[in-house]
């Protein structure tokens, strides 16, 4: 089980409760676990949907997807819908610092657990809620998935090359983003509570982070009005800042200022691109982008990828090959941050936030369904006897 009192992490102590599915909340339960939470993950008999999202598949009964989003977390199997079941998710929130939860809109009250409900009998407890719309408004309670908060939120319109249709982001990013920002909205509520003694609901919505995704093109459009248009790989305000073919693959160059300017054209051997009066600024670059793509294009060609991209950052110049997702993974440096963690037969994507004095770690690899069941009932001071009849009465379920 996920107990982790005995280590000095920055989460120590904290007491998670993981109602969620899928990814945003699942996400964020695992980044609190990270940085030492103790955290007790709630699957309904069916289990999380994630389990079934492949292939590939890491065990029987877990996919890689789900096991990439779900360590450092003990492992419940508990039937919510019954009488039973909700008795033992009271005692499980009288236990808690922290329930993350994104059920339906209504399913928490239909079982007895309003916001009221739970402020009044749980005046501490943080209930930290992610949808995909929120609860009110015109599209309160609508159900949502990444891909739709995509849509709506202006994330698609603006991905793609010019000219093409309108594309999702390859990874799940409104969803992961909202998990992050959930777990920001914790640790805020947990410093309010410090002050106060007062929990709160922390509200997130995969909408509203699609919304505040849009920068650059939401303060454009703010500022005048304009209508963001797809660009590809290419900046809407800066440039160069795109990805140029060379001999052997892609290279994305980012220009951020005239003198990395000035040293692209350089080490190019185009240094009357510099001095050029339809190049001087990155206002002029813009309003000539295609001559200067076009230029600079007719270059790179000739080029090797790396060893581009290596000169261009010994120079000071943002550069890098454009790589797979297995390059990226069996790269030296990033082996070198620690982004990847092997333990056992775990392989998984490290932890981003570095802290010198109370590292995070990856204490305990994803669970079974229902592998920590009896332990978890036990510990809310169940005896035998009753976690038995539980289990015969198919409300807890154990692996």
């Known amino acids: 089980m996920n107990q982790r009192e ?4 920055s989460l120590t102590g904290l007491r998670v409760l993981d109602l969620s599915r899928v990814l945003a909340g699942p996400l964020c339960c695992q980044m609190l676990g990270d940085h030492g939470a103790t955290v007790i993950k709630v699957e309904p008999p069916t289990g999380d949907d994630t389990r079934r999202w492949g292939p590939p598949f890491v065990s029987e009964d877990m996919s890689a997807y789900y096991s990439a989003i779900n360590r450092n977390k003990a492992n419940i199997c508990l039937d919510l819908s019954s009488d039973d079941g909700q008795s033992v998710l009271d005692l499980l929130l009288a236990n808690s610092d922290v329930v993350v939860e994104n059920f339906k ?3 928490l009250a239909k079982w007895g657990f309003s916001d009221d409900h739970l402020q009044e009998r749980f005046p501490e407890l943080i209930i930290a809620r992610i949808t995909g719309f929120g609860t009110g408004g015109p599209m309160g309670a609508m159900p949502g998935y990444d891909a739709v908060a995509q849509a709506f939120g202006g994330l698609m319109s603006i991905n793609g090359e010019a000219g093409g249709p309108a594309l999702r982001v390859g990874v799940p ?11 920001s909205g914790i640790l805020l509520a947990l410093n309010a509570r410090h002050r106060t003694g007062r929990g709160q609901i922390v509200d997130c919505t995969l909408a509203d982070t699609a919304v505040s995704l849009l920068h650059p093109h939401s ?3 703010l500022a005048d009005g304009r209508v963001p248009v797809r660009t590809g790989s290419a900046h809407p305000t800066v440039a160069p800042y795109d990805t140029f073919e060379t001999q052997d693959g892609h290279v994305f160059i980012g220009v951020g200022n005239d003198r990395q300017f000035g040293t692209l054209a350089d080490l190019l051997g185009m240094t009357e691109l510099a001095e050029d009066a339809r190049f001087l600024s990155n206002s002029d670059r813009l309003t000539n982008i295609a001559e200067l793509t076009e230029l600079l294009g007719a270059k790179i060609v000739s080029f090797s990828k790396d060893a581009l991209a290596k000169d261009l950052l010994a120079r000071g110049v943002p550069a890098s090959a454009v790589r797979d997702v297995g390059e990226v993974l069996r790269d030296e440096h990033v082996r070198h941050r620690e982004m990847v963690v092997e333990k056992g037969d775990y392989s998984g994507v490290g932890i981003p936030i570095k802290l010198s004095r109370t590292p995070g770690t990856v204490h305990s690899t994803p ?7 009896r332990e978890v009932l036990a510990g809310l001071g169940l005896d035998e006897t009753r976690i038995d009849e539980l289990n015969r009465a198919e409300v807890a379920r154990e692996t």
């Open 173 to 183: 990013v409104v969803d992961m983003v909202t998990g992050i920002l959930a777990f």
């Open 367 to 373: 669970r079974a369904k229902g592998a920590d069941t």
């Open 219 to 221: 303060a454009s459009n």
């Open 6 to 9: 005995d280590q000095d992490e």
């Open 105 to 107: 809109s209504g399913t």
